[in-house]
Antibody, heavy 117, light 110 residues
Framework: QVQLVQSGAEVKKPGASVTVSCKAS????????IHWVRQAPGQRLEWMGW????????GYSQNFQGRVTMTRDTSASTAYMEVSSLRSEDAAVYYC??????????WGQGTRVTVSS | QSALTQPPSASGSLGQSVTISCTGT?????????VSWYQQYPGKAPKLIIY???GRPSGVPDRFSGSTSGYTASLTVSGLQAEDEADYYC??????????FGGGTKLTVL
């Protein structure tokens, strides 16, 4: 079965960077885009962007352009999402999601990122 | 990109029906039949319940149905059950490899 397993919770200081990983299994990793979605405490889901694991091409929401970088390691069937210059508003649960056509079908368990001095 | 507009809350009694709206623009809901809906319990990852406006993934009860009209998508939950109490989010493809979510609706079962 399709599974996306994310890395564990992180605590970072303002201005630092954080990288969240997402290991895929149960399907051919390069055949489906991986998207990232975040959810601040008590807030809505916010779409961040996507990566095509086959060629590394990415697309970002304008809200995150320039501060978020998505990469992948095809040999490890793992996608990565880095957020730089962290600020308090970046405290959230970050989800990786496998998209099927245009809907978010398979979700990782989420990674909580805390930003605190 | 602006978030799709959902009512913050909705409610209905056990066994009744409730409809949650999701309003977008001519660039997303009004242009593409790629509206999807997600159910989220506290502390859990969202779960896909409707895709491509009215498609239902395997295992999702047929009490859940979707539709669109103009720039507005709707999720209807019929025969409300206690376990339907959750947050619901809509999403739409917005063209140019961009996606957008709604603000979320908290459904209370009375």
């Amino acid at each position: 079965q399709v599974q996306l397993v994310q890395s564990g919770a992180e605590v970072k200081k303002p201005g630092a960077s954080v990288t969240v990983s997402c290991k895929a299994s149960g399907y051919t990793f390069i055949n489906s885009a991986i998207h990232w979605v975040r959810q601040a405490p008590g807030q809505r889901l916010e779409w961040m962007g996507w990566i095509n694991p086959a060629n590394g091409v990415t697309g970002y929401s304008q809200n995150f352009q320039g501060r978020v970088t998505m990469t992948r390691d095809t040999s490890a069937s793992t996608a990565y999402m880095e957020v730089s210059s962290l600020r308090s508003e970046d405290a959230a649960v970050y989800y990786c999601v496998r998209v099927t056509k245009y809907h978010f079908e398979y979700w990782g368990q989420g990674t909580r990122v805390t930003v605190s001095s | 990109q602006s978030a799709l507009t959902q009512p913050p809350s909705a409610s209905g009694s056990l066994g009744q029906s409730v409809t949650i709206s999701c309003t977008g623009t001519s660039g997303d809901i009004g242009r593409y039949n790629y509206v999807s809906w997600y159910q989220q319990y506290p502390g859990k990852a969202p779960k896909l319940i409707i895709y491509e406006v009215n498609g239902r993934p395997s295992g999702v009860p047929d009490r859940f149905s979707g539709s669109t009209s103009g720039y507005t998508a709707s999720l209807t939950v019929s025969g409300l059950q206690a376990e339907d109490e959750a947050d619901y989010y809509c999403s739409s493809y917005a063209g140019s490899d961009l996606w957008v979510f709604g603000g979320g609706t908290k459904l209370t079962v009375l």
